[in-house]
Protein backbone atom coordinates (compact mmCIF):
# COMPACT_ATOMS: atom_id res chain seq x y z
CA UNK A 1 0.00 0.00 0.00
CA UNK A 2 1.16 3.41 -1.11
CA UNK A 3 1.61 5.92 1.44
CA UNK A 4 2.23 9.44 1.60
CA UNK A 5 3.06 11.38 4.93
CA UNK A 6 3.11 15.25 5.44
CA UNK A 7 4.83 16.92 7.95
CA UNK A 8 2.11 18.35 9.41
CA UNK A 9 -1.89 18.60 9.51
CA UNK A 10 -2.33 22.15 10.18
CA UNK A 11 -0.24 25.08 10.62
CA UNK A 12 -0.68 28.73 11.35
CA UNK A 13 2.65 31.33 10.72
CA UNK A 14 3.22 34.67 10.91
CA UNK A 15 3.53 37.00 7.70
CA UNK A 16 7.13 36.85 7.10
CA UNK A 17 8.07 33.66 8.25
CA UNK A 18 10.14 30.63 6.74
CA UNK A 19 8.00 28.19 6.51
CA UNK A 20 8.63 24.32 5.87
CA UNK A 21 6.48 21.70 4.93
CA UNK A 22 7.48 17.97 4.15
CA UNK A 23 6.47 15.03 2.65
CA UNK A 24 7.74 11.52 2.42
CA UNK A 25 6.66 8.71 0.52
CA UNK A 26 7.61 4.77 0.91
CA UNK A 27 7.08 3.59 -2.45
CA UNK A 28 10.23 4.66 -4.24
CA UNK A 29 8.79 6.68 -6.62
CA UNK A 30 10.54 8.72 -8.83
CA UNK A 31 8.38 11.67 -9.28
CA UNK A 32 6.91 13.93 -6.21
CA UNK A 33 5.00 16.88 -6.61
CA UNK A 34 4.03 19.77 -4.41
CA UNK A 35 0.56 21.00 -5.51
CA UNK A 36 -1.89 23.81 -3.68
CA UNK A 37 -6.19 23.47 -3.07
CA UNK A 38 -7.87 26.53 -3.36
CA UNK A 39 -11.57 27.12 -3.31
CA UNK A 40 -12.78 27.53 -7.01
CA UNK A 41 -9.60 27.21 -8.50
CA UNK A 42 -8.75 23.17 -7.84
CA UNK A 43 -4.99 21.48 -7.72
CA UNK A 44 -2.39 23.78 -8.73
CA UNK A 45 0.92 22.29 -9.51
CA UNK A 46 3.29 24.54 -7.41
CA UNK A 47 7.12 22.08 -8.10
CA UNK A 48 7.98 18.83 -9.27
CA UNK A 49 10.29 16.78 -9.00
CA UNK A 50 11.51 13.62 -11.14
CA UNK A 51 14.32 12.68 -9.37
CA UNK A 52 17.04 13.54 -6.63
CA UNK A 53 18.29 16.64 -6.65
CA UNK A 54 15.51 17.96 -9.78
CA UNK A 55 12.91 20.22 -9.70
CA UNK A 56 10.89 21.82 -12.30
CA UNK A 57 8.75 24.25 -11.83
CA UNK A 58 4.86 24.36 -12.48
CA UNK A 59 2.20 26.50 -12.78
CA UNK A 60 2.51 28.58 -9.93
CA UNK A 61 6.16 28.49 -8.08
CA UNK A 62 6.47 32.64 -7.39
CA UNK A 63 6.96 32.25 -3.68
CA UNK A 64 7.96 28.94 -3.41
CA UNK A 65 11.05 26.70 -3.84
CA UNK A 66 11.83 23.11 -3.42
CA UNK A 67 14.69 20.81 -1.88
CA UNK A 68 15.09 16.79 -3.28
CA UNK A 69 17.78 15.54 -1.11
CA UNK A 70 16.20 12.52 -0.79
CA UNK A 71 14.32 10.00 -2.92
CA UNK A 72 11.97 9.74 -0.34
CA UNK A 73 11.68 13.09 1.10
CA UNK A 74 10.13 16.13 -0.92
CA UNK A 75 10.33 19.94 0.84
CA UNK A 76 8.46 22.99 0.04
CA UNK A 77 9.73 25.81 1.45
CA UNK A 78 7.70 29.05 1.55
CA UNK A 79 11.22 31.68 1.93
CA UNK A 80 8.55 34.42 3.74
CA UNK A 81 5.32 33.93 4.12
CA UNK A 82 2.34 36.28 3.19
CA UNK A 83 -1.15 36.00 3.59
CA UNK A 84 -1.75 34.96 -0.18
CA UNK A 85 0.01 31.86 0.99
CA UNK A 86 -3.13 30.32 3.23
CA UNK A 87 -4.48 27.55 1.92
CA UNK A 88 -4.25 23.60 1.41
CA UNK A 89 -1.24 21.91 0.51
CA UNK A 90 -1.20 18.70 -1.23
CA UNK A 91 1.88 16.01 -1.68
CA UNK A 92 1.99 13.14 -4.17
CA UNK A 93 4.23 11.06 -5.56
CA UNK A 94 4.02 8.49 -8.88
CA UNK A 95 6.27 6.05 -10.50
CA UNK A 96 7.65 7.01 -14.03
CA UNK A 97 5.32 5.46 -16.00
CA UNK A 98 6.31 2.63 -18.49
CA UNK A 99 3.01 3.25 -20.14
CA UNK A 100 0.10 5.37 -20.80
CA UNK A 101 -1.39 3.31 -17.86
CA UNK A 102 0.77 4.01 -14.87
CA UNK A 103 0.17 7.72 -14.13
CA UNK A 104 -1.57 6.98 -11.11
CA UNK A 105 -0.28 9.77 -8.64
CA UNK A 106 -0.98 9.00 -4.69
CA UNK A 107 -1.25 12.06 -2.45
CA UNK A 108 -0.67 12.81 1.01
CA UNK A 109 -3.73 13.77 3.59
CA UNK A 110 -2.57 18.01 3.32
CA UNK A 111 -1.64 20.53 4.91
CA UNK A 112 -3.58 23.49 5.60
CA UNK A 113 -1.58 26.08 6.41
CA UNK A 114 -2.74 29.77 7.34
CA UNK A 115 -0.87 32.81 7.12
CA UNK A 116 -1.81 35.51 9.85
CA UNK B 1 -5.62 29.38 -19.72
CA UNK B 2 -7.62 26.93 -17.58
CA UNK B 3 -7.22 23.93 -19.86
CA UNK B 4 -9.13 21.21 -17.53
CA UNK B 5 -12.89 22.46 -16.69
CA UNK B 6 -15.77 21.38 -14.22
CA UNK B 7 -17.98 23.47 -14.87
CA UNK B 8 -20.89 22.61 -12.59
CA UNK B 9 -19.21 23.61 -8.63
CA UNK B 10 -21.87 21.13 -7.35
CA UNK B 11 -24.39 18.56 -7.86
CA UNK B 12 -26.85 16.90 -6.03
CA UNK B 13 -28.50 13.41 -6.20
CA UNK B 14 -30.53 10.96 -4.62
CA UNK B 15 -29.34 8.06 -3.73
CA UNK B 16 -29.68 4.93 -6.25
CA UNK B 17 -30.11 7.75 -8.93
CA UNK B 18 -27.26 8.06 -11.40
CA UNK B 19 -24.73 11.04 -10.61
CA UNK B 20 -22.82 12.11 -14.09
CA UNK B 21 -19.88 14.61 -13.56
CA UNK B 22 -18.47 16.36 -16.42
CA UNK B 23 -15.72 17.38 -17.47
CA UNK B 24 -13.98 19.39 -20.47
CA UNK B 25 -10.47 19.83 -21.68
CA UNK B 26 -8.66 22.10 -24.82
CA UNK B 27 -5.68 20.75 -25.35
CA UNK B 28 -5.70 17.89 -28.01
CA UNK B 29 -2.41 16.62 -26.41
CA UNK B 30 -4.17 15.32 -23.64
CA UNK B 31 -3.78 11.32 -24.11
CA UNK B 32 -5.13 10.06 -20.65
CA UNK B 33 -7.42 10.84 -18.33
CA UNK B 34 -8.38 10.42 -14.59
CA UNK B 35 -10.80 10.93 -12.31
CA UNK B 36 -10.17 11.49 -8.31
CA UNK B 37 -12.25 12.03 -5.46
CA UNK B 38 -11.17 13.84 -2.24
CA UNK B 39 -13.44 13.59 0.85
CA UNK B 40 -12.57 16.92 3.89
CA UNK B 41 -9.57 16.82 5.37
CA UNK B 42 -8.05 14.19 3.40
CA UNK B 43 -6.25 14.23 -0.12
CA UNK B 44 -7.16 13.22 -3.07
CA UNK B 45 -7.61 9.50 -4.07
CA UNK B 46 -7.49 7.89 -7.57
CA UNK B 47 -10.88 6.41 -8.31
CA UNK B 48 -10.62 5.86 -12.25
CA UNK B 49 -8.50 6.30 -15.64
CA UNK B 50 -9.11 6.32 -19.42
CA UNK B 51 -6.30 6.39 -22.45
CA UNK B 52 -7.53 8.01 -25.14
CA UNK B 53 -7.08 5.34 -27.42
CA UNK B 54 -10.60 4.01 -25.69
CA UNK B 55 -14.00 5.72 -25.25
CA UNK B 56 -15.31 4.04 -21.91
CA UNK B 57 -13.82 2.34 -19.04
CA UNK B 58 -16.12 0.64 -16.14
CA UNK B 59 -14.64 -0.19 -12.94
CA UNK B 60 -18.01 -1.50 -10.46
CA UNK B 61 -20.19 1.23 -10.08
CA UNK B 62 -18.04 3.61 -11.82
CA UNK B 63 -17.94 4.49 -15.32
CA UNK B 64 -15.87 7.30 -17.50
CA UNK B 65 -16.73 7.94 -21.02
CA UNK B 66 -14.54 9.66 -23.43
CA UNK B 67 -15.85 11.75 -26.47
CA UNK B 68 -12.38 12.71 -27.91
CA UNK B 69 -13.95 14.90 -30.87
CA UNK B 70 -15.86 17.15 -28.22
CA UNK B 71 -12.87 17.04 -25.87
CA UNK B 72 -15.29 16.13 -23.04
CA UNK B 73 -15.53 12.95 -20.76
CA UNK B 74 -17.71 12.20 -18.25
CA UNK B 75 -18.20 9.86 -15.17
CA UNK B 76 -21.01 8.21 -14.46
CA UNK B 77 -22.14 6.69 -10.59
CA UNK B 78 -24.61 4.44 -10.55
CA UNK B 79 -26.24 3.62 -8.17
CA UNK B 80 -25.05 6.56 -6.12
CA UNK B 81 -24.38 6.35 -2.18
CA UNK B 82 -23.88 8.72 0.34
CA UNK B 83 -20.74 7.74 1.24
CA UNK B 84 -19.70 9.01 -2.86
CA UNK B 85 -20.41 12.46 -1.49
CA UNK B 86 -17.06 14.04 -2.15
CA UNK B 87 -15.15 16.38 -4.42
CA UNK B 88 -14.61 15.05 -7.96
CA UNK B 89 -11.58 16.21 -9.79
CA UNK B 90 -11.10 15.63 -13.37
CA UNK B 91 -6.96 15.64 -14.69
CA UNK B 92 -5.53 15.07 -17.95
CA UNK B 93 -1.60 14.12 -18.68
CA UNK B 94 0.24 14.82 -21.77
CA UNK B 95 2.22 11.21 -20.54
CA UNK B 96 6.09 11.48 -21.13
CA UNK B 97 8.45 10.63 -18.00
CA UNK B 98 7.59 13.36 -15.47
CA UNK B 99 3.70 12.32 -15.40
CA UNK B 100 2.81 16.36 -15.05
CA UNK B 101 -1.09 16.13 -14.67
CA UNK B 102 -3.71 19.22 -15.16
CA UNK B 103 -6.53 19.41 -12.56
CA UNK B 104 -10.22 20.58 -13.16
CA UNK B 105 -11.55 22.68 -10.68
CA UNK B 106 -13.70 20.11 -8.74
CA UNK B 107 -17.35 19.45 -8.40
CA UNK B 108 -18.96 18.97 -5.24
CA UNK B 109 -21.15 16.04 -5.26
CA UNK B 110 -23.85 15.89 -2.60
CA UNK B 111 -26.18 12.06 -2.61
CA UNK B 112 -28.77 13.07 -0.27
CA UNK B 113 -30.43 9.72 1.11
Known amino acids: DVKVTQSSRYLVKRTGEKVFLECVQD?????MFWYRQDPGLGLRLIYFSYDVKMKEKGDIPEGYSVSREKKERFSLILESASTNQTSMYLCASSSSPASAFQETQYFGPGTRLLVL | DQQVKQNSPSLSVQEGRISILNCDYT??????FLWYKKYPAEGPTFLIS?????DKNEDGRFTVFLNKSAKHLSLHIVPSQPGDSAVYFCAASRGGATNKLIFGTGTLLAVQP
Open chain 1, 27 to 31: MDHEN
Open chain 2, 27 to 32: NSMFDY
Open chain 2, 50 to 54: ISSIK
